[in-house]
């Protein structure tokens, strides 16, 4: 025997020929050995970072080390440098045959390796390029934002209180980018989701401007006209004195001891500057009983002067068919005029289930105005106002303080495999933002599903499965409950990784921390398809060397809570998930021995 060859392809592994010597070797121990990592890693390379991966690789053993340095050497030294520049490593000389087989092993270890290096390089690499437009991204807001509001002083200056408050509050927009990229900032996190500038970086109150909630994230080409908002303030705990004391730092460092004392355990209050007096109302289609009670709203409403009051374009219809007095409710008839909408909504009202919280946060591509979900559905686990008591509660909100929980968002971006250039960063690519969670399953593929992770550019896993759920910690309680995940507070800071059947004993869900980016792809050569789901919505169909990235959002949904953050919550996991429900044992009958 003078060599054998084995080549890879499509993570397969086979037997090539050498110069007619060829030895298929397809024993059980040779399969073993061949690390479970490599099968299916990503084979797609983007051309600017050379990284392109080869379609076949070669790994020879031979009794004779000139012939491989001459001879076929010539090959795999090429696909070596393509590969990495410390090459393949998998060209392994051996005179004693008996050792084969472990050598052959380590050669396929090495080339593992390096395919790893290769594919976490790319991972970085493509994260660092979505970071980056983000942040460009971020910035033509912040520009646009700032534009608008010099374009505002300059033509009405008569409107000068309105546009002092906003320029003095806008110190204080919400904003979670600096936390997010940057996890050894502790000091920016310590209010868990806010991130507020230097300036009022102690001062304990969050202040957003009208245009705070102007939906800058769909079009700067609106009208620059002043909005007609009410302000407001979100405060940091003002009503308890306990925590009166505490700074916010995450961790001090007095008399150098570390310690943590306060963590992300804020109640934020919002609290009116000027009374609201616009609404969005949003309706569950097809429920007799929700029509009934919105109109009685609308009525309601405009008694405790609200003078604008928006609905969908099909409630308007349907109000308008049972009393045409209700031609003064506003609507939008376009996707531009929903934009417009949004920059002068105080506040959102639903009536439905879940699904119409859903469905109204879907609306809101940016930032969103309060919102106050009303109980119509069968669970309710997110709308916790009962619809008989809406006068109350809307007064009580309406003169504020209320509570607010920021239900964080996911930012999901789907880049597609330019299948003609044979990479994926030059493709169109879609962005959605979804409340509860991004799924992405193995639609009617009775394969499994193969999703390559990563997280910060590290490789996580490959799921192999029937998918792959990556959730917020409002979604915890939805699908990723049903695939075992964790329930988690709403307010604790991270991102849900739960796998949807996996094949493997081992595979538990993970909980990462909120300023993580992860990259769900599937490789070029996987065998099923993919769906991705947003909000349990909008599926879209993946194809391999498509690439799904993932990341918190900073646009969160602030919910109005009906008595404050964890109460709402603990009560729902209690009285609509029935948890740890139990009856409870008797108690033991005899006397104690003290009686
Ligand atoms: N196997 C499952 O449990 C499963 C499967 C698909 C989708 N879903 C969930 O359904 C959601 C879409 O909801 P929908 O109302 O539009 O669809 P839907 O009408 O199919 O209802 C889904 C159910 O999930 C509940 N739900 C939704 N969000 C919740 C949350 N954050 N916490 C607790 N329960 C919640 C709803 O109240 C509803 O009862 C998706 O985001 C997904 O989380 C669950
Ligand atoms: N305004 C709307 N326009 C279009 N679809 C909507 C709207 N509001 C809700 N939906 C959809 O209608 C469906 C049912 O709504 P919802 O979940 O609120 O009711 P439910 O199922 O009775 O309540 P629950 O979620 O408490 O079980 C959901 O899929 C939701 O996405």
Same mark, same amino acid.
């Given at each position: 025997?003078?060599?054998?060859?084995?080549?890879?392809?499509?993570?397969?592994?086979?037997?090539?020929?050498?110069?007619?010597?060829?030895?298929?070797?397809?024993?059980?121990?040779?399969?073993?050995?061949?690390?479970?990592?490599?099968?299916?890693?990503?084979?797609?390379?983007?051309?600017?970072?050379?990284?392109?991966?080869?379609?076949?690789?070669?790994?020879?053993?031979?009794?004779?080390?000139?012939?491989?340095?001459?001879?076929? $050497?010539?090959?795999? %030294?090429?696909? =070596?440098? @393509?590969? &990495?520049?410390?090459? /393949?490593?998998?060209? *392994?000389?051996?005179? !004693?045959?008996?050792?084969?087989?472990?050598?052959?092993?380590?050669?396929?270890?090495?080339?593992?390796?390096?395919?790893?290096?290769?594919?976490?390089?790319?991972?970085?690499?493509?994260?660092?390029?979505?970071?980056?437009?983000?942040?460009?991204?971020?910035?033509?807001?912040?520009?646009?934002?700032?534009?608008?509001? $010099?374009?505002?002083? %300059?033509?009405? =200056?008569? @409107?000068? &209180?309105?546009?002092? /408050?906003?320029?003095? *509050?806008?110190?204080? !927009?919400?904003?979670?980018?600096?936390?997010?990229?940057?996890?050894?900032?502790?000091?920016?996190?310590?209010?868990?989701?806010?991130?507020?500038?230097?300036?009022?970086?102690?001062?304990?109150?969050?202040?957003?401007?009208?245009?705070?909630?102007?939906?800058?994230?769909?079009?700067?080409?609106?009208?620059?006209?002043?909005?007609?908002?009410?302000?407001?303030?979100?405060?940091?705990?003002?009503?308890?004195?306990?925590?009166?004391?505490?700074?916010?730092?995450?961790?001090?460092?007095?008399?150098?001891?570390?310690?943590?004392?306060?963590?992300?355990?804020?109640?934020?209050?919002?609290?009116?500057?000027?009374?609201?007096?616009?609404?969005?109302?949003?309706?569950?289609?097809?429920?007799?009983?929700?029509?009934?009670?919105?109109?009685?709203?609308?009525?309601?409403?405009?008694?405790?002067?609200?003078?604008?009051?928006?609905?969908?374009?099909?409630?308007?219809?349907?109000?308008?068919?049972?009393?045409?007095?209700?031609?003064?409710?506003?609507?939008?008839?376009?996707?531009?005029?929903?934009?417009?909408?949004?920059?002068?909504?105080?506040?959102?009202?639903?009536?439905?289930?879940?699904?119409?919280?859903?469905?109204?946060?879907?609306?809101?591509?940016?930032?969103?105005?309060?919102?106050?979900?009303?109980?119509?559905?069968?669970?309710?686990?997110?709308?916790?106002?009962?619809?008989?008591?809406?006068?109350?509660?809307?007064?009580?909100?309406?003169?504020?303080?209320?509570?607010?929980?920021?239900?964080?968002?996911?930012?999901?971006?789907?880049?597609?495999?330019?299948?003609?250039?044979?990479?994926?960063?030059?493709?169109?690519?879609?962005?959605?933002?979804?409340?509860?969670?991004?799924?992405?399953?193995?639609?009617?593929?009775?394969?499994?599903?193969?999703?390559?992770?990563?997280?910060?550019?590290?490789?996580?896993?490959?799921?192999?499965?029937?998918?792959?759920?990556?959730?917020?910690?409002?979604?915890?309680?939805?699908?990723?409950?049903?695939?075992?995940?964790?329930?988690?507070?709403?307010?604790?800071?991270?991102?849900?990784?739960?796998?949807?059947?996996?094949?493997?004993?081992?595979?538990?869900?993970?909980?990462?921390?909120?300023?993580?980016?992860?990259?769900?792809?599937?490789?070029?050569?996987?065998?099923?398809?993919?769906?991705?789901?947003?909000?349990?919505?909008?599926?879209?169909?993946?194809?391999?060397?498509?690439?799904?990235?993932?990341?918190?959002?900073?646009?969160?949904?602030?919910?109005?809570?009906?008595?404050?953050?964890?109460?709402?919550?603990?009560?729902?996991?209690?009285?609509?998930?029935?948890?740890?429900?139990?009856?409870?044992?008797?108690?033991?009958?005899?006397?104690?021995?003290?009686?």
């Amino acid at each position: 025997m003078t060599g054998m060859f084995y080549q890879l392809t499509k993570g397969e592994l086979g037997a090539g020929r050498d110069q007619g010597a060829c030895v298929a070797w397809r024993t059980p121990v040779a399969r073993e050995s061949f690390p479970r990592d490599l099968v299916g890693l990503p084979r797609h390379f983007t051309r600017r970072h050379s990284l392109k991966l080869p379609r076949k690789i070669l790994i020879g053993l031979t009794s004779s080390p000139n012939r491989l340095e001459h001879g076929k $050497i010539e090959n795999l %030294a090429i696909r =070596s440098q @393509r590969l &990495d520049s410390d090459g /393949v490593g998998a060209m *392994i000389t051996n005179r !004693d045959e008996k050792n084969h087989l472990s050598e052959f092993s380590d050669a396929l270890q090495t080339v593992a390796k390096a395919l790893e290096d290769v594919a976490v390089k790319k991972a970085l690499a493509q994260d660092e390029a979505a970071q980056w437009k983000h942040k460009y991204e971020l910035e033509l807001l912040r520009n646009s934002q700032l534009e608008r509001s $010099i374009a505002s002083r %300059a033509l009405d =200056s008569s @409107r000068q &209180d309105n546009l002092s /408050v906003t320029s003095v *509050i806008s110190e204080g !927009d919400i904003d979670a980018t600096e936390f997010r990229s940057s996890p050894q900032n502790t000091q920016t996190r310590s209010n868990g989701y806010l991130q507020y500038k230097e300036t009022i970086q102690n001062s304990k109150v969050l202040s957003y401007s009208p245009d705070l909630f102007n939906n800058l994230y769909l079009d700067t080409q609106l009208d620059s006209k002043i909005s007609e908002k009410a302000s407001f303030t979100l405060t940091l705990d003002p009503v308890d004195e306990r925590r009166k004391e505490q700074n916010h730092d995450l961790v001090s460092f007095d008399d150098g001891d570390i310690n943590a004392e306060v963590r992300s355990n804020k109640q934020i209050a919002l609290v009116w500057n000027s009374s609201p007096a616009s609404v969005f109302i949003l309706l569950k289609p097809n429920a007799a009983a929700v029509q009934q009670l919105c109109e009685e709203m609308v009525w309601w409403l405009r008694e405790q002067n609200v003078t604008k009051i928006y609905v969908e374009p099909r409630v308007k219809a349907e109000l308008m068919e049972e009393n045409a007095d209700f031609e003064f409710i506003q609507t939008c008839e376009t996707e531009k005029q929903l934009v417009t909408i949004n920059k002068s909504v105080d506040l959102v009202i639903t009536l439905g289930g879940d699904g119409t919280m859903l469905w109204a946060a879907s609306l809101f591509k940016g930032p969103m105005p309060p919102l106050v979900a009303f109980s119509m559905g069968s669970l309710g686990f997110m709308t916790k106002f009962q619809s008989s008591m809406y006068r109350e509660s809307l007064q009580a909100i309406m003169k504020g303080p209320a509570y607010i929980t920021l239900r964080h968002r996911l930012h999901c971006q789907i880049i597609r495999h330019d299948r003609e250039t044979d990479d994926n960063t030059s493709s169109e690519s879609a962005e959605y933002l979804v409340l509860n969670e991004v799924s992405i399953d193995r639609g009617m593929s009775s394969a499994l599903s193969n999703l390559e992770c990563f997280c910060d550019g590290h490789f996580v896993t490959i799921v192999q499965g029937d998918g792959l759920i990556i959730s917020s910690p409002s979604g915890s309680t939805a699908y990723s409950l049903a695939a075992g995940g964790s329930v988690v507070h709403p307010q604790v800071p991270g991102i849900l990784f739960t796998p949807i059947c996996p094949h493997s004993l081992s595979f538990r869900p993970l909980i990462l921390p909120d300023y993580v980016t992860l990259r769900v792809q599937l490789p070029l050569n996987c065998r099923g398809q993919a769906w991705a789901s947003f909000d349990g919505k909008g599926r879209q169909q993946l194809w391999g060397g498509d690439a799904l990235i993932v990341r918190m959002s900073e646009w969160p949904v602030p919910a109005v809570c009906e008595k404050e953050s964890s109460g709402d919550f603990l009560r729902s996991v209690r009285e609509s998930l029935h948890w740890n429900r139990r009856n409870i044992q008797l108690a033991d009958e005899r006397p104690s021995p003290s009686h």
